[in-house]
């Protein structure tokens, strides 16, 4: 349920709404709009006395929620979130860019490529320490060692850092060395994780499961709200399909459709989405045409040696022709990068 109040509504009214529900055993979510402010209810909605909440002074209209989500819901707060990173803001005007290695190998692997992409014009660099491999025999990440190397390297370039965080037992850990943390397609459920991460203040990098739909996503990013951590950025990285010819398949759809039901901010994978290196510029340069808010990209100096995702990483010179080519397409639908 969500309660519009009018455009004259005083902060008494308002705070007389809250009074009420709040002493009634709701929580509220207050979402102060340039027009007007819209107050929305979470708990037992079949309690709520409507009339008389529609009665009280400076209150429009009662309305109820009809999705499953509600902090995360465009009905909750009607104008876009803003999650800022050290001046980067995911949900602003410009083009939010993290780009980087699948997996931190070195010290001098993650140097190297940092300031390649800065130069080219990313805002933030990427690397997992922690890796999600489908085999486990296959390279599974330095660990902390990995954390140290992003941490030090953020130092040296200035470049803030997204990695992913795999268990609860880690995100301790992974939050004392990163500035944003990624929950992996394969851990878009993984309840427990989604409420550690919520009960921390870091900013999360959201990925949609590869076999997950736009509403369980959503009900992933509610899960990570509820426990009162709002700084969620959705990522959508691609869905399986019978298509075999790219690892997944772009659900460019998901971009206007997150766009319509929710405020937060979203961004997209063109690396995983594809698969392969030669089609992630055009990915790229479809997200932002689409409204995407920011562009996740694997980037490494030496594709061929890469320890994971080598096929679809892209070498620091045609990483720096995307960031022109996106440049332009930005600049058409009114943004920058
Ligand atoms: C990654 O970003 O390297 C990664 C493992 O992504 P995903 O969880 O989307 O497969
Ligand atoms: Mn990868």
């Known amino acids: 349920m969500i309660i519009i109040m009018k455009a004259n509504a005083s902060d008494g009214d308002i705070e007389a709404v809250l009074t009420r529900l709040e002493s009634g055993g709701w929580r509220t979510h207050v979402s102060k709009g340039e027009e007007r402010t819209i107050i929305g209810i979470i708990g037992d909605e079949r309690r709520l006395d409507q009339g008389a909440m529609?009665?009280?002074?400076?209150?429009?209209?009662?309305?109820?929620?009809?999705?499953?989500?509600?902090?995360?819901?465009?009905?909750?707060?009607?104008?876009?979130?803003?999650?800022?990173?050290n001046g980067h803001v995911f949900g602003g005007n410009k083009i939010v860019v993290m780009a980087g290695p699948c997996s931190v190998e070195s010290l001098e692997q993650m140097r190297e490529t940092a300031i390649a992409v800065r130069e080219a014009g990313a805002h933030m660099l990427r690397g997992g320490a922690f890796k999600p491999r489908t085999s486990p025999y296959?390279?599974?990440?330095?660990?902390?060692?990995?954390?140290?190397?992003?941490?030090?390297?953020r130092e040296e370039t200035g470049l803030y850092v997204v990695t992913e965080?795999?268990?609860p037992d880690q995100v301790e850990l992974v939050s004392k060395y990163a500035?944003?943390?990624?929950?992996?397609?394969?851990?878009?459920?993984?309840?427990?994780?989604?409420?550690?991460?919520?009960?921390?203040?870091?900013?999360?990098?959201?990925?949609?499961?590869?076999?997950?739909?736009?509403?369980e996503l959503l009900m992933s990013a509610e899960y990570i709200m509820s426990n009162g951590n709002h700084r969620v950025v959705l990522c959508e990285r691609g869905i399986r399909t019978f298509e075999k010819y790219t690892r997944n398949t772009l659900d460019i759809n998901a971009v206007p459709v997150l766009k319509e039901l929710t405020h937060l901010?979203?961004?997209v994978d063109p690396s995983h989405a594809t698969g392969k290196?030669?089609?992630?510029?055009?990915?790229?340069?479809?997200?932002?045409?689409?409204?995407?808010?920011?562009?996740?990209?694997?980037v490494h100096p030496n594709p061929a040696e890469a320890s994971s995702d080598g096929e679809q990483s892209l070498k620091p010179q045609r990483f720096a022709e995307l960031m022109v080519e996106v440049g332009r397409v930005a600049a058409a639908v009114g943004r920058s990068v």
Request: hydrophobic share 50%; glycine share 8%.
């Open 265 to 267: 901010p979203v961004v």
């Open 165 to 167: 965080v795999m268990s």
């Open 138 to 153: 296959s390279f599974q990440g330095m660990g902390e060692a990995g954390l140290k190397i992003l941490a030090q390297v």
């Open 179 to 215: 500035d944003m943390l990624q929950i992996g397609t394969r851990n878009m459920q993984n309840y427990a994780l989604l409420n550690a991460v919520g009960q921390t203040n870091m900013p999360v990098l959201l990925k949609r499961g590869m076999m997950s739909t736009i509403e």
């Open 277 to 298: 290196w030669t089609l992630v510029k055009a990915a790229s340069k479809a997200a932002v045409a689409a409204g995407a808010d920011g562009l996740i990209i694997e």
């Open 54 to 85: 529609s009665r009280m002074d400076g209150v429009d209209r009662v309305v109820p929620v009809l999705r499953p989500f509600k902090l995360a819901s465009r009905d909750f707060q009607p104008d876009d979130s803003k999650v800022s990173i």
